[in-house]
């Protein structure tokens, strides 16, 4: 075997070996960067998450706070304009509220107001059927698709303040 065939073949050899390794390295490199790309769409998925949980939990409070309270219960069968504007409309903007509803058992709107204030009334935000549906759990949370973005919904019995557990 001549000189010139041992040099183009050590060539051949180091470019093959070259090649496999470049080949080698851009697989390793894939691997890292989709284990990095994992790693940072759990880590934004948790502070979703957390942002989401965040931004409800004063919904969340209103909607089992004043569902707790004697006066709240009073005003389902009794709603006098002065409770829905010293407690209700007054919360809108403490609780971070963009609209509220209260509703009877059988789905039957009883009061209904939207931030800011003036402006109009919201109606219900699913039918009638879908409510009563809802109604039969304490408490409830969903989103659903709004002209404005998504609206986060969160809903609880109105009970009084003894029933802690909500079973009336």
Do not use: C
Request: charged fraction near 20%; proline fraction near 8%; glycine fraction near 4%.
């Amino acid at each position: 075997m001549s000189l010139r065939t041992r040099f183009s073949l050590l060539f051949l050899a180091l470019l093959a070996g070259l090649v496999a390794s470049l080949l080698v390295i851009d697989h390793l490199q894939d691997r890292q960067w989709l284990s990095l790309a994992r790693t940072q769409k759990a880590k934004h998925e948790h502070l979703l998450r957390e942002l989401l949980a965040l931004r409800s939990e004063s919904t969340r409070q209103f909607a089992n706070d004043y569902g707790k309270w004697d006066e709240t219960f009073s005003f389902v069968t009794d709603p006098t304009p002065a409770f829905a504007h010293d407690n209700l409309e007054a919360a809108l903007p403490t609780f971070r509220l963009d609209r509220l509803w209260i509703f009877k058992s059988d789905a039957s709107l009883v009061y209904s107001v939207a931030a800011p204030l003036g402006s109009p009334a919201p109606g219900p935000p699913l039918p009638a059927t879908a409510l009563r549906q809802l109604f039969r759990q304490p408490t409830f949370s969903f989103f659903l698709p709004d002209p404005a973005g998504l609206l986060e919904i969160h809903g609880a019995s109105i009970v009084p303040t003894p029933d802690s557990d909500r079973h009336t």
